[in-house]
C-alpha cells in the first residue's frame, strides 16, 4: 500500500497489484465505501487477465485525507483520480466506476479525455433524479445515524447493505460483517460520508458533455437496484455514443459473487476494444 501526497496537501491512500509492465485497470469505489470493497477475489479475475490492477480511498474515506469544513464536488474527485493516474505513470488506464465511483468516472473522462481509455460504469447516473433518497437509510441527506463501537458500526454497515441487496442473488453477510469491522478499523467518519454525500446529490452531467466521450464504455445495472433507478444507465446509454449496456434481471446495487465472472469477462472484453483501437492506430502509423 502507498500514499500520494495530492497538490493540494491531502493523502490519498491506494494499492496497486501486478506487474508495472502490464495495462493500468483503475477501480473507483462509491458513496462511503473503503477500497476494500474492491474483493481480492474479485480482482483476481483482472490481474489474472494481465491488468496492473489499482483501487484506492477516496477523499473523507478510509485512510486517506478528510476535508472538514470543506464543501466539494465529484469533479474534485475526479481530480484526486486524475492525480493518481498521473503519478502512476500509466495514462491511460481501464477505469471501472461502481456508483458514485462511476460519477466520478464520468467526471473523469469529460475533464481528463487522455486518462481513460476505457469506462466500465456500474450502477451509476449521470443526475441525482435517479437516487432514491429514501432508500439510503444511514446516508440519506439530513439523516444522521451514527455507531458508538465496533458492532455498532458493523449493524448499520448491514442495514445499509441489505437495502442494495439483489433480488434473486446470494447475500453474503459474512464477508459484509467483516467489512463493516475493517472499515471501523480503518476510520470510521459519518462527518466526511456526509460531505461525499453532499457532492452526490449535487452531481449532474449533461448529455452534451458526456456524448464528447469516446473511449468504449460498458454500463451495467441491475433492475432490482433499490438506491439509484436502472433508467440511469438508460439514460447514459443514450448519451455516450457507441456505449453497451447490459441490464441484469434482479441485481440489485451489488456485485453479487456468482455474477463476477460474466461482469469481469464483459469489463476486459470492453478494455480489450480500446487496446484493440491503439494497436491498429499503431500499425497504421
Same mark, same amino acid.
Request: hydrophobic share 40%; aromatic share 8%.
Given at each position: 500500500?502507498?500514499?500520494?501526497?495530492?497538490?493540494?496537501?491531502?493523502?490519498?491512500?491506494?494499492?496497486?497489484?501486478?506487474?508495472?509492465?502490464?495495462?493500468?485497470?483503475?477501480?473507483?469505489?462509491?458513496?462511503?465505501?473503503?477500497?476494500?470493497?474492491?474483493?481480492?477475489?474479485?480482482?483476481?479475475?483482472?490481474?489474472?487477465?494481465?491488468?496492473?490492477?489499482?483501487?484506492?480511498?477516496?477523499?473523507?474515506?478510509?485512510?486517506?485525507?478528510?476535508?472538514?469544513?470543506?464543501?466539494?464536488?465529484?469533479?474534485?474527485?475526479?481530480?484526486?483520480?486524475?492525480?493518481?493516474?498521473?503519478?502512476?505513470?500509466?495514462?491511460?488506464?481501464?477505469?471501472?466506476?461502481?456508483?458514485?465511483?462511476?460519477?466520478?468516472?464520468?467526471?473523469? *473522462?469529460?475533464?481528463?479525455? =487522455?486518462?481513460? $481509455? %476505457?469506462?466500465? &460504469?456500474?450502477?451509476?447516473?449521470?443526475? +441525482?433524479?435517479?437516487?432514491?433518497?429514501?432508500?439510503?437509510?444511514?446516508?440519506?441527506?439530513?439523516?444522521?445515524?451514527?455507531?458508538?463501537?465496533?458492532?455498532?458500526?458493523?449493524?448499520?454497515?448491514?442495514?445499509?447493505?441489505?437495502?442494495?441487496?439483489?433480488?434473486?442473488?446470494?447475500?453474503?453477510?459474512?464477508?459484509?460483517?467483516?467489512?463493516?469491522?475493517?472499515?471501523?478499523?480503518?476510520?470510521?467518519?459519518?462527518?466526511?460520508?456526509?460531505?461525499?454525500?453532499?457532492?452526490?446529490?449535487?452531481?449532474?452531467?449533461?448529455?452534451?458533455?458526456?456524448?464528447?466521450?469516446?473511449?468504449?464504455?460498458?454500463?451495467?445495472?441491475?433492475? *432490482?437496484?433499490?438506491?439509484? =433507478?436502472?433508467? $440511469? %444507465?438508460?439514460? &447514459?446509454?443514450?448519451?455516450?455514443?457507441? +456505449?453497451?449496456?447490459?441490464?441484469?434481471?434482479?441485481?440489485?446495487?451489488?456485485?453479487?459473487?456468482?455474477?463476477?465472472?460474466?461482469?469481469?469477462?464483459?469489463?476486459?472484453?470492453?478494455?480489450?476494444?480500446?487496446?484493440?483501437?491503439?494497436?491498429?492506430?499503431?500499425?497504421?502509423?
Amino acid at each position: 500500500m502507498a500514499e500520494l501526497t495530492k497538490r493540494d496537501g491531502g493523502v490519498l491512500h491506494y494499492e496497486v497489484r501486478g506487474s508495472a509492465d502490464s495495462p493500468t485497470l483503475l477501480l473507483i469505489e462509491g458513496l462511503s465505501a473503503h477500497m476494500l470493497g474492491w474483493r481480492e477475489e474479485f480482482m483476481r479475475f483482472f490481474l489474472d487477465a494481465g491488468y496492473r490492477v489499482v483501487r484506492f480511498d477516496n477523499r473523507d474515506v478510509g485512510l486517506s485525507q478528510r476535508y472538514p469544513g470543506r464543501s466539494y464536488g465529484l469533479f474534485d474527485l475526479a481530480e484526486d483520480t486524475h492525480e493518481l493516474i498521473e503519478h502512476l505513470g500509466s495514462t491511460p488506464v481501464h477505469v471501472v466506476g461502481q456508483s458514485m465511483g462511476g460519477m466520478v468516472a464520468q467526471n473523469l *473522462a469529460v475533464l481528463f479525455p =487522455d486518462d481513460v $481509455a %476505457s469506462l466500465a &460504469l456500474l450502477y451509476t447516473t449521470a443526475t +441525482s433524479v435517479h437516487i432514491d433518497t429514501g432508500a439510503r437509510g444511514p446516508h440519506s441527506p439530513g439523516v444522521e445515524r451514527r455507531a458508538a463501537t465496533r458492532d455498532e458500526a458493523i449493524q448499520l454497515h448491514i442495514v445499509q447493505e441489505r437495502l442494495c441487496a439483489s433480488r434473486t442473488y446470494s447475500f453474503d453477510e459474512e464477508w459484509k460483517r467483516e467489512l463493516g469491522g475493517l472499515m471501523w478499523d480503518r476510520g470510521y467518519d459519518p462527518d466526511g460520508v456526509a460531505r461525499q454525500t453532499q457532492a452526490v446529490f449535487a452531481h449532474s452531467i449533461e448529455s452534451s458533455r458526456l456524448s464528447s466521450i469516446g473511449v468504449p464504455t460498458l454500463l451495467i445495472h441491475g433492475t *432490482a437496484d433499490r438506491l439509484i =433507478d436502472y433508467d $440511469a %444507465s438508460v439514460e &447514459l446509454y443514450a448519451a455516450i455514443p457507441g +456505449s453497451e449496456l447490459w441490464l441484469v434481471e434482479g441485481m440489485g446495487h451489488d456485485l453479487p459473487r456468482e455474477l463476477w465472472p460474466s461482469l469481469t469477462n464483459l469489463i476486459v472484453a470492453n478494455a480489450a476494444k480500446a487496446r484493440t483501437a491503439v494497436a491498429a492506430e499503431e500499425q497504421s502509423a
